[in-house]
């Protein structure tokens, strides 16, 4: 459960590097429901949420784009 809860949270790091990457909020919040709906989808038996190699690879993912998120962040204008 600690697990699920860790890799649900992660994934929000995905949805702030689109929104600061786009410069828009509106494209956060669209990231973060279609990775809900990718996430949490099912198709009759066949579930993402039940493999083990996707919230792996999605954990992965977003703490390397929240690394690219705040680096630098100091020296960068946001204007």
């Known amino acids: 459960m600690i697990l699920k809860s860790v890799v649900t949270v ?4 995905i949805a702030l590097f689109v929104g600061m990457a786009a410069k828009s909020s ?21 579930t993402l949420a039940g493999n083990a190699f996707v919230p792996v690879v999605l954990t992965a993912l977003s703490f390397g784009l929240a690394i690219l998120s705040v680096s630098h962040a100091e020296s960068r204008d946001f204007s």
């Open 10 to 13: 992660s994934m929000g790091f």
């Open 26 to 46: 509106k494209a956060a919040i669209v990231t973060s429901f279609l990775l809900i709906f990718l996430t949490q989808a099912n198709v009759g038996d066949f």
